[in-house]
T-cell receptor, first 114, second 115 residues
Framework: AQSVAQPEDQVNVAEGNPLTVKCTYS??????LFWYVQYPNRGLQFLLK??????LVKGSYGFEAEFNKSQTSFHLKKPSALVSDSALYFC????????????FGGGTRVLVKP | KAGVTQTPRYLIKTRGQQVTLSCSPI?????VSWYQQTPGQGLQFLFE???????NKGNFPGRFSGRQFSNSRSEMNVSTLELGDSALYLC??????????????FGPGTRLLVL
């Protein structure tokens, strides 16, 4: 079985400060890992993914994520947060034998204050 | 290229009724997956269809069913609606199923309210 944990329900950060959203996962074998963002009354927007290779993945809107196999983590980061980054962020894992089934974490609400 | 579209966007039903939701994937995408999002349970996988065949199924009762047509459009049906079925139903599409490069792109969702 695969699972994802996002230990923080909410992260508060001041505009211009670094933003980190934490994610740990559990899956058999090597994982495919994803980050999505959801704005109010919208679907999920894809930010970035880790498939294999370089542990630092760069994605949309200045976001990046670092894959750490030993810690089974895939934390999302942004060097300088914007007020417009305020949203709900979801980490997801897909096992290599799971077809397209994504297992999501519970989500982390990010609030960026001006 | 147009994104994933879902219809209707909002729906109000009463207990015991049935409902059908529709999803049109991104042009050229052959895999469609459905997810249920609720405040209590979060995002949960319902099922995936690829080339008109159900490839994967989540842990939902048989009241939840789906199908995919030859043009890759998909429908999901919920029969005998219960209050707990109130949720945002999200559809996602990808080119194929399970490949390492596959990324799912989500539609805006259908918000279902069961009274």
């Amino acid at each position: 079985a695969q699972s994802v944990a996002q230990p923080e329900d909410q992260v508060n950060v001041a505009e211009g400060n670094p933003l980190t959203v934490k994610c740990t996962y559990s899956v058999s074998g090597n994982p495919y890992l994803f980050w999505y963002v959801q704005y109010p009354n919208r679907g999920l927007q894809f930010l970035l993914k880790y498939i294999t290779g370089d542990n630092l993945v760069k994605g949309s809107y200045g976001f990046e994520a670092e894959f750490n196999k030993s810690q089974t983590s895939f934390h999302l980061k942004k060097p300088s947060a914007l007020v417009s980054d305020s949203a709900l962020y979801f980490c997801a894992v897909r096992g290599r034998a799971a077809g397209n089934k994504l297992t999501f974490g519970g989500g982390t609400r990010v609030l960026v204050k001006p | 290229k147009a994104g994933v579209t879902q219809t209707p966007r909002y729906l109000i039903k009463t207990r015991g009724q049935q409902v059908t939701l529709s999803c049109s994937p991104i042009s050229g995408h052959r895999s469609v997956s459905w997810y249920q999002q609720t405040p209590g349970q979060g995002l949960q996988f319902l099922f995936e269809y690829f080339s008109e065949t159900q490839r994967n199924k989540g842990n939902f009762p048989g009241r939840f069913s789906g199908r995919q047509f030859s043009n890759s459009r998909s429908e999901m049906n919920v029969s005998t609606l219960e209050l707990g079925d109130s949720a945002l139903y999200l559809c996602a599409s990808s080119l194929t199923s399970g490949g390492p490069e596959e990324t799912q792109y989500f539609g805006p969702g259908t918000r279902l309210l069961v009274l």
